[in-house]
């Protein structure tokens, strides 16, 4: 599985867009880039999915480099309920369980 | 929306019990799985089923069991819980290859 790497922490005023970058320079090709969220003591939150097209949902867009070597996840109206530790995983396929969190990017949503 | 339900998000169990987790999934996915989360640990996989009365070892193992007599319900057993199996467990389901996972809220299990 493709190591990613995000920043720690991120702000982000209520209302404005949120880009949440990820790098996955290591990457292979049937490798899909997932993202999900915590909110504090729960479980993680699917968000979006994808492995080289661009993707929207209601949630969220994905918007994956042509090189696919990294990702950011833009919440386009971000709300004060949108804090959470976003993860950013590569995986070749999910149904294995080898889904490996790191560490993630914690966004706080400030008024 | 696919919904992972477990049956306790708080439990205190005693050093020794044997303790039941319980997950159930209402979208007839194959794939069920069992993590733990620790603090600085991120989510490390225990134990998955890939179909009823399947299943397989992940990365920690020891300690536990697991029964998927039915579907849509995967259940975690610590057989004897100690002090170090307290944490939060999740379980997961999947409906098939590329797909994302689908979380539970989780149980905060704490063995005093």
């Known amino acids: 599985d493709a190591k990613t790497t995000q920043p720690t922490s991120m702000d982000c005023a209520e209302g404005r867009a949120a880009n949440l970058p990820c790098n996955h320079s290591?990457?292979?090709?049937?490798?899909?880039v997932y993202w999900y969220r915590q909110i504090h003591s729960q479980g993680p939150q699917y968000i979006i999915h994808g492995l080289k097209n661009n993707e929207t949902n209601e949630m969220a867009s994905l918007i994956i480099t042509e090189d696919r070597k990294s990702s950011t996840l833009i919440l386009p109206h971000a709300t004060l309920r949108d804090t959470a530790v976003y993860y950013c995983?590569?995986?070749?396929?999910?149904?294995?369980?080898?889904?490996?969190f790191g560490q993630g990017t914690t966004l706080q949503v400030k008024p | 929306d696919v919904k992972v339900t477990q049956s306790s998000r708080y439990l205190v169990k005693r050093t020794g019990e044997k303790v039941f987790l319980e997950c159930v999934q209402d979208m007839d996915h194959e794939n069920m799985f069992w993590y733990r989360q620790d603090p600085g640990l991120g989510l490390r996989l225990i134990y998955f089923s890939y179909d009823v009365k399947m299943k397989e070892k992940g990365d920690i193992p020891e300690g536990y069991s697991v029964s998927r007599e039915k579907k849509e319900r995967f259940s975690l057993i610590l057989e004897s819980a100690s002090t170090n199996q307290t944490s939060m467990y999740l379980c997961?389901?999947?409906?098939?290859?590329?797909?994302?996972?689908?979380f539970g809220d989780g149980t905060r299990l704490s063995i005093l």
């Open positions: 995983i590569a995986e070749g396929s999910s149904n294995t369980g080898k889904l490996i």
């Open positions: 997961a389901s999947v409906g098939g290859t590329w797909q994302p996972q689908h």
């Open positions: 290591t990457i292979s090709g049937n490798e899909y």
